[in-house]
């Protein structure tokens, strides 16, 4: 497996790949501390693409000036080895100075849809990961991108972000992995103490919980979210952040909910920030 640290030698080796050997290029954007939900995107890529290129890259730009980006875990060489066996051709794992050359002043702003949800309590957030993820599929060229469902208004932004640049990559979407107990898989899940995961569990049952609701015919948002915050007046140690019912397109608010409504919600669990969702059926 090739380590790949510039964007020169990333595009070179898509082009190489490409028109040398006409392969397809599947990349799998992440930012390390690898587990078994990016594990599961990296093999629908290797299934799905000729050759896969994971990129490891803690973005700057995504974090608020009070979060976690200092200590963000950085666990390189596991994460290769677990890239490697799950069957990715190349690691891009560039410097800061690589992505954001000195004086850089280029942004991407997908407007409206990057201020809902996480947009709107992470200020400055989606403009990160627009501006990152539009780098990297400028780079690499993919035919295929993939991404969780886990990180539901993330799609939503780069899906439209693809549609507005015209860029060529398809959007792949992979269902969210979790722990038998329920809980989504997020390498913010190593900054739980035990007692916050057993509390961190109140996600998940939410999200099953409306699941059920909406399977058994229940179609009304306000009672659907009621529900879901009962669930959590369970555990008062928990602070919400939201629990919406949204167009999954545009992440508007929808009053009755629909086949491919987008439930989602996010929370504080101590200081940690956790989300978790269903797309209803
Ligand atoms: P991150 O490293 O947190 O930026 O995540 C990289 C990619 O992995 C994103 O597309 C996430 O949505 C995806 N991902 C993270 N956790 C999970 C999970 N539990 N199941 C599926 N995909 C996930």
């Known amino acids: 497996m090739e380590i790949l640290r510039t964007v020169a030698e990333l595009r070179q080796w898509s082009r190489k790949e490409r028109n040398r050997s006409s392969h397809t290029i599947g990349l799998v954007p992440t930012m390390g501390a690898l587990h078994a939900g990016h594990a599961s995107l990296i093999r629908a890529a290797a299934a799905s693409c000729d050759r896969v290129v994971v990129s490891i890259f803690v973005n700057p730009t995504q974090f608020g000036p009070n979060e976690d980006y200092a200590v963000y875990p950085r666990t390189f060489d596991a994460d290769c080895a677990l890239a490697q066996s799950e069957g ?36 400055g957030h989606f403009r990160g990961v627009a501006t990152v993820v539009a780098k990297l599929l400028i780079a690499a060229e993919p035919d295929q991108a993939f991404f969780g469902q886990k990180d539901a208004a993330q799609v939503a932004v780069l899906r439209r ?62 009672t659907l979210i ?39 919600v996010a929370a504080y669990v101590g200081s940690t920030r956790l989300i978790d969702n269903a797309i209803l059926g």
């Open 88 to 123: 990715a051709s190349a690691v891009f794992a560039p410097a800061v100075e690589e992505l954001y050359p000195a004086g850089a002043a280029t942004f991407v702003e997908v407007e409206g849809l990057s201020h809902r949800l996480d947009g709107a309590s992470r200020p």
């Open 161 to 222: 972000m693809v549609a507005d640049l015209r860029l060529s990559a398809e959007i792949v979407v992979c269902p969210i992995v979790r722990e038998p107990d329920g809980l989504a898989l997020s390498s913010r899940n190593l900054y739980l103490s035990p007692a916050e995961r057993t509390q961190a569990l109140t996600l998940s049952r939410a999200v099953r919980l409306v699941e059920g609701l909406a399977a058994s015919g229940e179609r009304r948002a306000a």
């Open 226 to 264: 009621t529900a879901a915050r009962q669930a959590f007046a369970a555990e008062p140690a928990i602070r919400i952040d939201y629990i919406v019912l949204v167009d999954w397109a545009t992440l508007e608010p929808v009053e009755i909910a629909a086949p491919g409504t987008l439930f989602a």
